[in-house]
C-alpha cells in the first residue's frame, strides 16, 4: 500500500510536470554535411537523413548540400545520445545533456540495453575528489553506448551526514519522476560513495540493498559475485552484501521506486564492516567489475522474462 502511494505521488508530479520541446540547432561549418552533422549531435544518419531534409529543405542546395554558416535544425530523436545521457542537477531539477561536445566522438556499439534505464549517483567526501565520480562516468558511457537510457544525478554540495536526508528526498523525486516516464523498462538506481578521499588502490568494499526488496538484493548480489570473484580474495562471498538499516539509505530504498544499492568505498587494510570485503583495484577495472554485475542482473532479468 505504501509503494502504491509514492507510486502516485510520483505519477501526480509527472503529470503536473510541463515541457516545450526546442528543436536544436547549428551553424554549418566548412566540410560540414548532413550525415557529420547528425553524427555531432548523436543521431544515426541513416535513420534521421530524411527527417533533417524535410525540416531543412529551404537551405538546401543540389537535394543534399549544405550553405556554409547557415542555421540548420536538428530533428527531436528520443533515442540520440543527447536525450539517453542526462544529467540531472539536485539544487533546481535542471537537466542537461550528458554528452553534447563530445558527441562526434560517440557511437552506438549495441542496443543490447534498448530495456534499461540506470539512475546513477556519485558522492564524494571533498569538492576535490573524483573516485567515485570516475567510476560512475564510466558506467554512463557504457551503458549509453550499447542503448541504455542514463540519468547522473548531481549535487552542488559536497555530500555530508547533515544534508544526506534532503538530498535523498531530491533524489527519490527526481527518479519516481522518470520512472514512471519509463514505466514497463527494466531501471535500477545506484549510489557510489565514499565518506573519504579515495588516495590508494587497496579498498574496503560494502554493496547494501534493502532487505525487504528481492529485485534490489538481486542487484547487489550480481555486483558483490563478479567484484569477489575477480579479486584474489580468499574463501566464500556469501552474504557479503549489507542491508539497510533504520536511516537515509532505508528512506531511499522505501520512497525510490526502482531497486535501490549502494556501494560503499573505503581505503585501508582493516575492514570496516562485517558486511565489506577487501580489494585492490585502480578506478577503471573497479567500474568494470560493476558494470558486468549489473549487466549480469539485466541479463538474469531478461532469461527469466
Known sequence: ?????VLLFALLIYCSATSQDFLRTVVAKKGDGIFSILRKEGLNPSKYYAAFISLNEANIKNGSELHLGRIYKIPTA????????RIVNVSDGAEKALYDEELNKISLKSDNLSNAVYYL???????????????????????LVNGA?????????????????FRFQEYAGIVNKRYLKHHGKYQRLLIVRSKEEITNKRLNVT??????????Q????????????????????????GIFEDGNDLFLA???????????????????KQESFSIYSDKKTFATWIRKGMLNDYAELNLEE
Open 254 to 272: 522505501k520512497n525510490a521506486l526502482p531497486a535501490i544499492s549502494v556501494i560503499d568505498i573505503s581505503t585501508g587494510i582493516k575492514k570496516v
Open 121 to 143: 549517483v556519485a558522492e564524494e567526501k571533498t569538492s576535490k575528489s573524483s573516485y567515485c565520480s570516475t567510476i560512475v562516468s564510466e558506467l554512463a558511457y557504457s551503458f
Open 149 to 165: 537510457q542514463v540519468y547522473i544525478i548531481k549535487s552542488d554540495s559536497v555530500a555530508t551526514s547533515e544534508n544526506e536526508k
Open 218 to 241: 538481486k542487484f547487489a548480489e550480481h555486483i558483490q559475485s563478479i567484484i569477489g570473484n575477480s579479486t584474489s580474495r580468499k574463501g566464500s562471498i556469501e552474504n557479503l552484501s
Open 207 to 216: 554493496i547494501s540493498h534493502h532487505g525487504k526488496s528481492e529485485e534490489g
Open 1 to 5: 500500500m505504501k509503494r502504491f502511494f
Open 78 to 85: 528520443s533515442d540520440s545520445f543527447i536525450e539517453k545521457g
